[in-house]
């Protein structure tokens, strides 16, 4: 994620795909949120603080905050600070690397010089020959408070460059959710879902989210096809009808708030609590102005408050970053895809790719060798993915990650199993996933390239394939 992405945390679905990247992220925003808490604490707006003044402002948000309780959980501090956050400005249509609360349904841009190193690495071997015409179309849209990726075009223009190399397939794109239903679907052979982050098939009208989400599910039952890269499992495991109405004007959670939630927390208790009592958070208060008082004066400056606030907080870890709670309100998709987004190691994350089926035609283009990638690299929560469900074709070498590496992740899979892509039969129909191509270089890697276009023929039907779960 660029800087761009970084600073959009004002977003119904940012607790899903930062929780566990968040640590860091929030440490760059640290500026802009001293100079939020000193303006809410300087009533007399001189541009000082006095001990009174902050003493007050503490005593007043544990008031205000803890409702019936007599102490200040977590969450109840994180709602309160989020009413002194002003939110970000709202994303642009079709701006990339913004969580976009509204989602996305305009074309994005895409630097030519990325689309000529895409096509200077086409595969010069050729595809299987399809079995017919075929048609292929490329969902590139964004739902309702989901992150909208600078890769959404290249990949688009990779599928529809791969097909006409050898007449494989044609391709259209749309970034419109509308055009998921039964009648326009009548023309497709397979649907690439092109990193469709959030609920991207929901509408505020409930009738067209069920219409369009059988359409989808019967598309591929019926004997079509599903390919789908990256984001696209970073999709149905938040709160499809909390994001709809954030996207009409609701308040939406700011997960930076979450963090300095956790912060004041483990600053004011001393130790593993999710809440501390009014004594404690006064005390607190009283710590914080007798380390940043230092000149005697009564008084503390602005700009000493925003340059030492830093040092008031202990250090970030990840036990203060919260993981996310997944609402699963289609669970058939998360199936469908094979699993749903719990963590990444941020670009560009060396990973170390093993492959897992060395005799499927998808694999051919690697001659059985591992490989290293860098990239963003997607985890799967805990319960969501299984071997039962699916054919792993490739996954992470996790014996060859350092230590430090495999801390960034909370909680990591108990089986150590991080797989990247693989197949699955839905009823009559195939599904491939390819969890790499968050970044541009992923698409011009050639072996990365055949793999993307034999998972295509592959849902098309055309590319026949031991697509048995793995683990039975």
């Given at each position: 994620?660029?800087?761009?992405?970084?600073?959009?945390?004002?977003?119904?679905?940012?607790?899903?795909?930062?929780?566990?990247?968040?640590?860091?992220?929030?440490?760059?925003?640290?500026?802009?949120?001293?100079?939020?808490?000193?303006?809410?604490?300087?009533?007399?707006?001189?541009?000082?603080?006095?001990?009174?003044?902050?003493?007050?402002?503490?005593?007043?948000?544990?008031?205000?905050?803890?409702?019936?309780?007599?102490?200040?959980?977590?969450?109840?501090?994180?709602?309160?600070?989020?009413?002194?956050?002003?939110?970000?400005?709202?994303?642009?249509?079709?701006?990339?690397n913004t969580f976009n609360i509204a989602g996305?349904?305009?074309?994005?841009?895409?630097?030519?010089?990325?689309?000529?190193?895409?096509?200077?690495?086409?595969?010069?071997?050729?595809?299987?020959?399809?079995?017919?015409?075929?048609?292929?179309?490329?969902?590139?849209?964004?739902?309702?408070?989901?992150?909208?990726?600078?890769?959404?075009?290249?990949?688009?223009?990779?599928?529809?460059?791969?097909?006409?190399?050898?007449?494989?397939?044609?391709?259209?794109?749309?970034?419109?959710?509308?055009?998921?239903?039964?009648?326009?679907?009548?023309?497709?052979?397979?649907?690439?879902?092109?990193?469709?982050?959030?609920?991207?098939?929901?509408?505020?009208?409930?009738?067209?989210?069920?219409?369009?989400?059988?359409?989808?599910?019967?598309?591929?039952?019926?004997?079509?096809?599903?390919?789908?890269?990256?984001?696209?499992?970073?999709?149905?495991?938040?709160?499809?009808?909390?994001?709809?109405?954030?996207?009409?004007?609701?308040?939406?959670?700011?997960?930076?708030?979450?963090?300095?939630?956790a912060q004041l927390v483990a600053a004011a208790?001393?130790?593993?609590?999710?809440?501390?009592?009014?004594?404690?958070?006064?005390?607190?208060?009283?710590?914080?102005?007798?380390?940043?008082?230092?000149?005697?004066?009564?008084?503390?400056?602005?700009?000493?408050?925003?340059?030492?606030?830093?040092?008031?907080?202990?250090?970030?870890?990840?036990?203060?970053?919260?993981?996310?709670?997944?609402?699963?309100?289609?669970?058939?998709?998360?199936?469908?895809?094979?699993?749903?987004?719990?963590?990444?190691?941020?670009?560009?994350?060396?990973?170390?790719?093993?492959?897992d089926d060395p005799n499927s035609p998808l694999?051919?283009?690697?001659?059985?060798?591992?490989?290293?990638?860098?990239?963003?690299?997607?985890?799967?929560?805990?319960?969501?993915?299984?071997?039962?469900?699916?054919?792993?074709?490739?996954?992470?070498?996790?014996?060859?990650?350092?230590?430090?590496?495999?801390?960034?992740?909370?909680?990591?899979?108990?089986?150590?199993?991080?797989?990247?892509?693989?197949?699955?039969?839905?009823?009559?129909?195939?599904?491939?996933?390819?969890?790499?191509?968050?970044?541009?270089?992923?698409?011009?890697?050639?072996?990365?390239?055949?793999?993307?276009?034999?998972?295509?023929?592959?849902?098309?039907?055309?590319?026949?394939?031991?697509?048995?779960?793995?683990?039975?």
């Amino acid at each position: 994620m660029n800087s761009i992405g970084r600073t959009k945390l004002h977003s119904i679905r940012v607790a899903g795909v930062l929780a566990l990247a968040g640590v860091s992220l929030w440490a760059q925003d640290r500026g802009r949120t001293a100079q939020v808490l000193f303006d809410a604490m300087d009533t007399n707006h001189d541009g000082t603080l006095t001990h009174s003044e902050m003493e007050s402002a503490f005593n007043s948000w544990f008031s205000a905050w803890r409702g019936n309780g007599e102490s200040l959980t977590r969450d109840q501090i994180a709602a309160g600070l989020s009413k002194l956050f002003p939110p970000p400005p709202a994303a642009k249509p079709g701006q990339p690397n913004t969580f976009n609360i509204a989602g996305n349904s305009t074309p994005i841009a895409v630097p030519q010089a990325a689309v000529d190193a895409m096509m200077a690495a086409l595969p010069g071997t050729p595809g299987v020959k399809p079995l017919r015409s075929r048609n292929v179309l490329v969902l590139a849209h964004t739902g309702a408070g989901g992150f909208v990726h600078a890769s959404i075009p290249l990949a688009a223009k990779t599928v529809e460059a791969l097909g006409a190399r050898g007449g494989l397939w044609t391709t259209t794109v749309t970034y419109n959710a509308a055009d998921i239903n039964t009648s326009n679907l009548q023309q497709y052979d397979a649907i690439f879902l092109d990193s469709t982050t959030g609920c991207f098939l929901d509408d505020k009208d409930p009738s067209v989210t069920a219409a369009r989400r059988s359409a989808f599910i019967q598309f591929v039952r019926a004997g079509k096809g599903i390919a789908a890269i990256h984001a696209a499992t970073d999709a149905y495991h938040t709160d499809c009808l909390a994001a709809e109405a954030a996207a009409n004007g609701g308040p939406a959670p700011n997960f930076a708030t979450s963090l300095l939630a956790a912060q004041l927390v483990a600053a004011a208790a001393k130790n593993d609590s999710a809440s501390v009592n009014q004594q404690q958070w006064s005390a607190m208060a009283g710590d914080w102005y007798r380390q940043l008082e230092t000149g005697n004066t009564g008084k503390v400056s602005q700009a000493d408050f925003v340059k030492r606030f830093r040092s008031l907080l202990p250090p970030m870890n990840r036990r203060m970053s919260p993981e996310p709670r997944p609402v699963l309100q289609w669970p058939e998709f998360n199936k469908l895809i094979g699993g749903y987004f719990k963590f990444h190691w941020p670009d560009p994350q060396l990973i170390y790719v093993k492959i897992d089926d060395p005799n499927s035609p998808l694999t051919a283009m690697f001659h059985g060798q591992e490989f290293e990638i860098r990239d963003e690299t997607y985890t799967f929560a805990q319960d969501s993915f299984s071997r039962r469900n699916v054919h792993v074709l490739t996954s992470i070498d996790y014996t060859k990650m350092s230590p430090e590496d495999k801390a960034k992740e909370v909680n990591p899979r108990t089986d150590r199993d991080y797989a990247l892509s693989y197949i699955r039969r839905e009823g009559q129909g195939r599904v491939y996933y390819e969890g790499h191509g968050h970044d541009f270089r992923v698409y011009a890697m050639t072996p990365m390239l055949e793999h993307i276009r034999a998972g295509i023929q592959y849902a098309l039907g055309d590319l026949k394939a031991d697509d048995r779960p793995s683990a039975q």
